[in-house]
């Protein structure tokens, strides 16, 4: 997302991140990352409740999808960072909201690996922009 957050701003759309860390683990996160985006903590998770994203069985968190997307981070030389004892199980997603919180896309992940394609994600900007 960092890569592509000129084209975001281009269009006027805030990313926020909510993440079910508390917040002094976030700072961490912040300080590692420098992600130039709002993040917000959920650690009793009722943004991932109203967003119905469900936690992953072992078979999804490990899967051949992930195990290749991992391997091709760390072929990259991304260093694997030690997170604790998060919750590797509660699966994520990724939404496009309105100024009124309406949701124009949204996309619930099946495995870590699993996200929108960035053209998905501008396509559903750009579609409700028209519809303004």
Known sequence: MRAFKAEF?????????????????????LEYHHWPFTILADPERAAYAAFALKRM???????????????????????????????IYQSGGDFVLDRDGNILFAHRSEDPADRPSLGSLLMAIDRSAAAL
């Open 57 to 87: 069985s072992w078979w999804r968190v490990f899967s051949p999808a992930t195990l290749k997307l991992y391997l091709t981070l760390l072929g990259k030389g991304l260093q694997r960072q030690d997170y604790g004892k998060e919750d």
């Open 9 to 29: 701003d281009r269009r006027g759309v805030a990313i926020v991140i909510v993440s079910f860390a508390k917040p002094a683990k976030l700072a961490s996160y």
